[in-house]
């Protein structure tokens, strides 16, 4: 029995170090680190969006993503307290996200005014995006 449990004891570490090396090899990975310069998607979720000109353009609502990739924002245009909002999809890479140091808050500018917000195609909770 005693030779059992010394082999088994023995093996076990040998297995397990060979599953290792095959998930290794695979290039699956389970956990990542932060990164300092990361963000966080509740930093994101009601971030008002300004433009060059300082003024309110949308707030952010929602991240969509899409193969494990950020592809937009819905952003909020116009409505008061909720009602009569237009929601809108836009590039990640048209919204310049930023932590401001001094005031311990993030921002969020955009290069585009309410107007053209508006003007652009509506995106809807609906169907499988059903809120």
Request: aromatic residues 8%; proline residues 3%; glycine residues 8%.
């Amino acid at each position: 029995m005693r030779r059992i449990l010394i082999a088994f004891t023995t093996t076990v570490p040998l297995i397990c170090a060979a599953h290792a090396q095959t998930t290794e090899s695979t290039g699956t990975q389970t956990f990542v680190a932060a990164k300092p310069t990361d963000v966080l998607s509740y930093n994101l979720i009601g971030l008002k969006i300004k433009n060059g000109a300082d003024d309110d353009v949308g707030e952010i609502k929602d991240l969509v993503l899409s193969q494990h990739t950020l592809a937009g924002y819905v952003v909020s245009v116009g409505g008061f307290l909720g009602v009569g909002e237009h929601y809108v999809v836009v590039s990640p890479e048209a919204v310049k996200i930023t932590y401001d140091e001094k005031d311990k808050r993030w921002k969020a500018t955009m290069d585009a005014t309410k107007d053209q917000l508006k003007a652009a195609p509506e995106f809807k909770y609906e169907g499988r995006w059903k809120r």
